[in-house]
């Protein structure tokens, strides 16, 4: 995964009121934290960021008192009408490091003909990769599965260099049949003739 690196700049002032001057000057408050330091909070430049966090555990450069660091996405909140970034947490990894991070799964192939859904019981998998090699995704076949058939978390390969670090018997993907309604007019005719 490549590094993406933005200009920070220390920030002094907290509160609401200090935010919203930040968002105008299209800064975003952000903290960093992590490995027993004392949080350090920056803004950072909101359309890089943007950006940036379009890729999912994104491993981003900052410079922080002189001093080069990476930091990893760890909370993210956004204006709930615009979507815009409000603030962000940002923990600071090291090189080698392993992580526990969530990585997307999607699915590839068809399944069984039949009328068969596929439902995610969970749209991501949490795995533990090295900070620098952090994955995107992960991609399951479907292929041929039918009604009653799952994939559990066990059953899903991983990327080399990451390993499974939740529940390995948790259900990810599950087939189910689907269920057909009755027409309503069908129905009303059925409950005249009986009475």
Not at 108 to 115: D, N, S, T, V
Not at 188 to 195: H, S
């Amino acid at each position: 995964m490549a590094e993406i690196k933005l200009a920070t700049q220390p920030r002094t002032e907290f509160g609401k009121g200090a935010a919203r001057r930040a968002r105008r000057d299209n800064q975003v408050p952000a903290v960093v934290y992590g490995h027993g330091a004392e949080p350090v909070h920056v803004t950072l430049p909101a359309h890089d960021l943007l950006l940036a966090l379009r890729t999912a555990n994104v491993l981003i450069g900052l410079e922080i008192e002189g001093k080069d660091t990476l930091v990893i996405p760890k909370a993210v909140q956004r204006n709930p009408l615009k979507g815009d970034i409000e603030h962000v947490d940002l923990l600071t990894v090291k090189r080698g490091e392993k992580v526990n991070v969530e990585i997307a799964v999607h699915v590839e192939g068809e399944l069984a003909p039949g009328g068969n859904l596929l439902e995610y019981v969970q749209n991501t998998l949490l795995v533990e990769a090295e900070a620098t090699h952090i994955p995107e995704s992960v991609t399951v076949s479907i292929a041929g599965l039918d009604a009653g058939d799952s994939i559990l978390a066990k059953d899903i390969p991983l990327p080399s260099g990451s390993v499974l670090a939740g529940d390995e018997d948790a259900v990810v993907l599950q087939v189910v049949s689907a269920q057909a309604e009755e027409p309503a007019a069908e129905t009303a005719e059925a409950e005249g003739t009986e009475a």
